[in-house]
Every structure is written in C-alpha cells, then in structure tokens.
C-alpha cells in the first residue's frame, strides 16, 4: 500500500514532476517525497525521511530498499551519474540496499545493489559500489568506493588512495548487515511477538554501548543470550576497555590508509629505548587492531605500552604514542596526531602527506635528558620529528603575548637536538 505525504513546498516545486511510486511499495505518510522520485517494487520509505528532487534530479530507488526513519536524500543542480540502466541520475540507490538511520545521501550520487550504509553516514558526490558495507558516522566524499568494501566507523574517505585501501567484507559483516535488514523486515511487516523483542533488544543495547562505552553492559548482554546475532558482530561493532581517546586515535590511524603496530618495554627497557613488539597486526579492521591493543594491555599490565602509524608504502613510521604508563596513566586527554594541513592536497592522505627523507632519524623512544616536559610535550615533540616536520619555538611575556609578539627562542632546536640524547 502506498501512503503519500504532503511534502512542503519549494521554490519552484509546483512545476516539478510528480513521484513515480511503484504500487508495492510502502511510502510513510510522515515521509516527504518531491518532484522526478522514481520508487521501486517493495520499497520501505519510512517516516521522517526527505526525499527532494527539488533541486537535483531525477532519483531513483531500486526495489526492495529500505530508507529508515531521518534518511535526507538530496542533490545538487549540477552534476549527474549513470545509473545502472546508463541514464544519467542525481541520485541512484540499487536494489536490496538499505540506508540506516539519519543517513544522508546528496547528489552526484551512486549507491550500488545490496549495499548498507549505516546510522548517520554521509555519501556526497562519491559511488558505492555493489555489496559495500558503511558503518556509523563514516563520510564518503569525492571517491568510487570499489565493490565488496568494508568503510570502519568514522571513517573519513575522501581520496581515491583511501578508498582503494579499504578492506573486504567479511562474512561477519554480512550477518550483521542482513540481521539489520531482517528486523526492519519484520517491523514493516508488523510482527511483534515476544520473540522477536527478545531478539531486537540485545542489538538495539550493543547500538547503544557503542556510543556510551559501557563493557559491563556489553557483557551481561552477551551472557544472557550468547547465540544473539549481537555476539557474532561484535568485531563490527567494537567496544573496549579502552580509553575513548585510544579509539580515536587508532581509528584515524587505520582511516588514513595507515597499518598499526603495538610495542612494550618494562621500566628499564623503556630508559633504553628497547621496545619489544606485541606481534604483527595483519588485519586493517579497527575492530581487530582494537582487540590486539587491548591484548597488549592487558599482557603487559604495569609496563609501558605504545601504538605507532606505519606508512605502508614508504615502510616506516610516521606517528606514535604511548597508551599505557606504569602507573596506570596513558593516553587521555591527548588528541591523535594529524599532519599539519598545509601538507595535504585536497585528498585526506596522500604520498606527500609524509614526506620526510628516508634518512631521517626516528625519535620515537624516550627522553633520556633531563627535562621539566610533561611527558605530553615531549610525545608531541616526537611525533612531530617522526613526520618529518621541522620545530620551532617561540616566547612572549605577559605585553607581548596580549598583542602576539612573540620572539623565536635561542638556541635552535637543531642544536639542542645534537648535544642532547633522544631515544
């Protein structure tokens, strides 16, 4: 059955074409659809949803979609892509695709068959091949993701580089995809039982946690029902005894198309600068980086524990940090290195991102000098020289600092760095 609502005019919009609603298909009359909209068989639009060919157009939006609750698909005056019948569209959606909650789609846009973009997710001016998985949070913007591909949550893609990086989908993921698909199956259908609330629940809590961080919660939901599908997706939906910050940090490692590695030392290994590795981390998965840190941790409690960037291409280092201390301190409140924008092109991560000559010596273990740094300053200090940037310092007294008059400072940090001893 199809339900129309009455979507709020525009300028113009009394001379836009009228939506195209396969009879199947089930429009929410809390749904706003304008102008060149063409619905397939079996589509779920569900309330809250903008759909508005006011300004791009035409959309299509192949059959058996799903477009949840807060969906805004929009597009540009300019700009168009060939759909999978070789017209020219504003927006493409393909068949068997669902877009989550609150997701935005905004035209030139092409989002393939079978493919699910998940809560809060942003596709601009990009294409989404066939099969792609987008978790929560992430931004497509300006690139063709390939077939198959797995985006992270908070993912930020926005260079070709990136997006041909990105890992496959796995088999967990599908289960994941489809479990979401299947409870909005049965809600559109209206099946309400004991049993499928007993089954939307522990999905619904992991949404939850992976917000608020909550592994007590977390675990007593995995107890109670062990075979819940929110137990075979746990590696989508990660959720550690990390701190927040850590998260980020590897996170946006792993979304600038950087491998992770993980290292400790003891109190005296650590004076020494004589790190031992935690083991190889194959996997470019947030989620399973995110469970060999925490191992790490875990093994090492007590110890020193680090987790640095490694530039694939040019084989070496480029950022670290160190996440746990002996006493139990490590990474909070810090902010996870980025490179100075001025280093950048328009895309996020490129060859001259970290383009500091290969001779350049690493600083990336301890400070053996004596220093009053915070142990903060001095870990920023060596992410900077590892990304091949140079330093400067600069002072002020209290009337040169409320007009920023600021003095560089003598001697230049070249000379300190030969007569001191960086590990």
């Known amino acids: ?115 699910f973009i998940g809560f809060r997710s942003t596709v601009f001016n990009a294409r989404v091949g066939d099969g792609c998985i987008v978790m929560m949070h992430a931004l497509i913007q300006d690139v063709a993701v390939p077939p198959g591909k797995f985006v992270p949550s908070g993912a930020v893609i926005t260079s070709q580089q990136q997006a041909d990086r990105l890992p496959d989908v796995q088999d967990n993921d599908r289960r994941f995809a489809a479990y979401m698909v299947g409870l909005n199956d049965a809600m559109q259908a209206g099946y309400h039982s004991a049993d499928q609330i007993s089954r939307i629940m ?124 002996p006493d139990g301190s490590g990474m909070r409140g810090a902010t996870a290195p980025k490179a100075d924008p001025a280093s950048y092109s328009s895309s996020s991560y490129g060859s001259s991102s970290y383009s500091a000559p290969s001779s350049q010596p690493s600083y990336g273990g301890s400070y053996s000098g004596s220093s009053q740094l915070s142990p903060d300053v001095i870990e920023k200090v060596h992410q900077f020289i590892n990304q091949g940037f140079k330093i400067g310092t600069e002072h002020a007294d209290a009337r040169r600092f409320q007009t920023s008059s600021w003095q560089s400072c003598s001697p230049t940090l070249k000379r300190i760095i030969k007569n001191r001893t960086v590990g």
């Open 202 to 325: 522990p999905i619904r809590q992991q949404l939850e946690r992976s917000f608020h961080g909550d592994p007590a919660a977390e675990s007593s939901a995995r107890l109670s029902d062990p075979s819940s599908p929110s137990s075979s997706t746990s590696s989508s939906m990660q959720n550690t005894r990390l701190a927040p910050e850590i998260v980020d940090y590897v996170r946006q490692l792993l979304s600038q198309g950087l491998s992770v590695g993980v290292e400790y030392a003891d109190k005296r290994r650590f004076q020494t600068s004589s790190w031992h590795s935690c083991g190889s981390i194959q996997s470019n998965r947030d989620s399973d980086v995110l469970n060999a840190l925490e191992q790490c941790v875990a093994e090492h409690s007590g110890e020193y524990v680090r987790v640095f960037g490694i530039d694939p291409r040019a084989k070496r280092r480029v950022s670290e940090v160190i996440v746990q201390r």
């Open 1 to 115: 059955m199809v339900v129309r609502g009455a979507a709020a005019p525009t300028p113009g919009s009394k001379s836009l074409a009228q939506p195209q609603i396969d009879e199947t298909a089930h429009v929410h009359s809390f749904s706003n659809l304008i102008g060149d909209v063409k619905v397939g068989a079996n589509v779920l639009i569900a309330p809250g949803t903008s759909i508005r060919a006011d300004e791009g157009s035409p959309f299509y939006i192949g059959a058996g979609s799903k477009i949840q609750d807060g969906v805004v698909i929009h597009g540009l005056e300019q700009g168009r892509v060939v759909g999978d019948d070789q017209k020219h569209y504003s927006v493409w959606v393909g068949e068997d695709t669902c877009l989550t909650h609150m997701v935005l789609i905004h035209g030139p846009a092409y989002v393939g068959n079978n493919c």
